[in-house]
């Protein structure tokens, strides 16, 4: 009986895999089809240092929310600097399905997003585009307040750990929302209106503090919001909506109120620089050996990767424009990293990183305190040669800063050592792009497929990557 069970969890458990294997290509192949790539693979000849210069242009984490917030306005409202990635297509998407014009403006990055004639949109359509976007969720808010109700299906996203959404329902009835758990997703409806409450959140989450602000700001009365995300994106954010008309005060210890107001205007903005891609073009040029101006990047929001890059043998130059990392030569070494919220370490930062660390002289550990399972794209680097353990329950470390969280995973990479090429399947986003770098760093020739996904976060990577002088074919 026990063989019989055995062999049945086995099967289960391969059919599950294969089924996650075959969504995340459909995803891929999506994510790609929305910003023109025209294949879901690249072959990389590795060895070559990157060198020249990029530009990063709007953060996905504020361009997608920014869009989000027009809805909220009674005229348009102009958003500048935004970035040509996946996510940002699927926004617009659901943005049109509620009735909401959204036009390019003259120069590029600009659009121009006019919501007078927001209207309920099909379920059957919201699903179709938001497959593979958690952006939905915080379309609740502003929907409740502009047409009384609201829909979103069931979510998609990275598969890198559980990402409940209760965070953002117990925040949405606590303003007085009514939820409904369908088969199809998440119905909402507000029959007494949104109402003003005071909120504290189990964990600072960047996700539940913008659904808070974006339902709080047109909320009767006033929103109290505790332990609240203030990371710069969420500033960012705050600045958005008081240009609007909103209401908002930060306070000391992660303190947010918010005070309603009875209508908001447009807005017009210039986005603030993605501080992930940022760091993962630094972790390119220190992994590669090689010398990158990143165009467009300002060093407050960069402190404390920087510090990082630096003790791992880094070095950068900031300059009015952007900021310059490069490897000045010599050993690489190891560090201790913890990741955490703002202003913390990233957790979107150590994965780009790791590839680096692998060719510190020594031994470096990496506590992920923020996804329980964001170490799955290490299994790739192992296959390439680095020396990488994952530990499930994390380690223990007397001299943590970061307080320890339930479900955190720690890695240790040992090195240095010769990454070889190899065939490799992109299984989530930053995890992605990380193995952009290793096959960039390896010895050697790899394929890497899934491409799709890096597009839901990274800007033209392809045509960056010809600017770098990276050796690759790639079929378009």
Excluded at 14 to 34: S, V
Excluded at 37 to 50: A, F, K, Q, V, Y
Excluded at 213 to 237: F, M
Excluded at 311 to 320: A, I, L, Q, R
Aim: glycine share 10%.
């Amino acid at each position: 009986m026990t063989e019989k069970l055995t062999t049945q969890d086995t099967a289960v458990e391969t059919a599950t895999e294969d089924a996650d294997a075959a969504g995340r290509k459909l995803d891929a192949q999506r994510a790609g089809a929305r910003v023109g790539l025209t294949s879901d693979e690249i072959i990389i000849n590795g060895g070559r240092p990157l060198k020249g210069r990029i530009e990063v242009r709007g953060a996905k984490n504020l361009a997608t929310k920014a869009m989000v917030a027009a809805l909220l306005g009674k005229t348009p409202s102009v958003l500048r600097n935004v970035p040509n990635i996946s996510d940002v297509r699927v926004v617009a998407g659901l943005l049109a399905l509620h009735g909401v014009l959204i036009t390019k403006g003259d120069q590029a990055g600009e659009w121009r997003l006019d919501p007078s004639n927001v209207e309920v949109a099909h379920q059957a359509d919201i699903d179709a585009h938001a497959g593979s976007s958690r952006i939905p969720i915080l379309f609740c808010g502003p929907l409740l307040h502009r047409l009384g109700e609201a829909f979103i299906p069931d979510l998609g996203g990275c598969r890198i750990g559980d990402r409940p959404i209760d965070f953002h329902l117990d925040a949405l009835r606590q303003f007085g929302a009514v939820i409904e758990k369908l088969p199809s997703g998440i119905s909402l409806t507000a029959p007494d209106g949104l109402k003003g409450a005071n909120i504290e959140l189990p964990y600072p989450s960047v996700g539940a503090t913008e659904q808070v602000l974006l339902t709080a700001v047109l909320a009767e009365g006033q929103t109290e919001l505790r332990n609240a995300a203030i990371e710069p994106e969420i500033v960012d954010l705050i600045c958005i909506l008081q240009k609007m008309g909103a209401i908002i005060s930060m306070e000391p210890n992660r303190v947010i109120f918010i005070e309603g107001v009875p209508e908001l205007r447009g807005y017009d903005h210039r986005a603030i620089f993605d501080r992930n891609e940022a760091a993962s073009w630094a972790a390119a040029a220190l992994a590669t050996k090689g010398d990158i101006f990143v165009g467009g990047v300002e060093q407050e929001e960069m402190m404390t990767f920087l510090n990082v890059f630096r003790k791992v043998g880094g070095d950068f130059d900031v300059h009015d424009d952007g900021i310059r990392f490069w490897h000045p030569g010599g050993e690489l070494k190891p560090v201790v990293i913890e990741t955490d919220v703002h202003p913390g370490f990233m957790t979107d930062w150590q994965q780009p990183l790791v590839v680096a660390l692998t060719l510190a002289q020594g031994e470096s550990t990496i506590h992920e305190t923020v996804y329980e399972n964001r170490f799955g794209f290490t299994d790739a680097l192992v296959k390439m040669g680095a020396d990488i353990v994952v530990y499930k329950e994390g380690l223990h470390d007397e001299n943590r800063r970061v307080k320890r969280r339930e479900f955190e995973q720690a890695a240790v990479i040992t090195g240095p050592v010769h990454l070889r090429g190899a065939d490799i399947e992109v299984p989530d986003l930053r995890g992605g792009f990380s193995h952009l770098i290793a096959a960039l760093t390896a010895e050697g020739q790899s394929k890497v497929t899934n491409l799709g996904i890096i597009s839901r976060g990274y800007e033209n990577f392809i045509e960056k990557l010809h600017l770098l002088g990276a050796d690759f074919v790639y079929e378009s």
